[in-house]
């Protein structure tokens, strides 16, 4: 069994075929949240508005890279989820306000 996700016989869409694809699709709004890789001083979080074109407005959407393990994903999921848990509300109040939460890797995952 692998650790690291690899998409050794995936073949993606070129430039033109995906950007052909997004023709179509309604612009949908989304709250993004990105986890940085852990460094000596921990992990950035960070909380931003965007605009995707979309056909489905999926309550939730993960994007974990090529050659990420399972411990990697599972790590900065689970610091995703203590952002939103502890500050749910300050993130969603103020429209197009983005926010950059710092965590030490010593904190707890409550």
Same mark, same amino acid.
């Given at each position: 069994?692998?650790?690291?996700?690899? +998409?050794?016989? +995936?073949?993606?869409?070129?430039?033109?075929?995906?950007l052909?694809s997004?023709?179509g =699709?309604?612009?949908?709004? +989304?709250?993004?949240?990105?986890?940085h890789?852990?460094?000596?001083?921990g992990?950035?979080?960070?909380?931003?508005? /965007?605009?995707e074109?979309r056909?489905t407005d999926?309550? *939730?959407?993960?994007?974990?890279? /090529?050659?990420?393990?399972?411990g990697?994903?599972?790590?900065y999921?689970?610091r *995703? #989820? =203590?952002v939103l =848990?502890k500050?749910?509300?300050? #993130?969603? /109040?103020?429209?197009?306000?983005?926010r950059?939460?710092h965590?030490?890797?010593?904190?707890?995952?409550?």
């Amino acid at each position: 069994m692998k650790d690291r996700l690899e +998409f050794d016989n +995936f073949v993606g869409m070129s430039a033109e075929e995906l950007l052909e694809s997004y023709a179509g =699709k309604p612009a949908r709004r +989304f709250l993004v949240v990105d986890v940085h890789r852990l460094d000596e001083e921990g992990v950035n979080v960070e909380c931003y508005r /965007e605009t995707e074109l979309r056909n489905t407005d999926t309550p *939730a959407r993960l994007y974990i890279p /090529e050659g990420t393990t399972k411990g990697e994903a599972l790590f900065y999921l689970s610091r *995703a #989820i =203590k952002v939103l =848990k502890k500050d749910w509300h300050r #993130i969603t /109040e103020h429209p197009g306000l983005y926010r950059l939460y710092h965590l030490d890797d010593t904190s707890p995952d409550d």
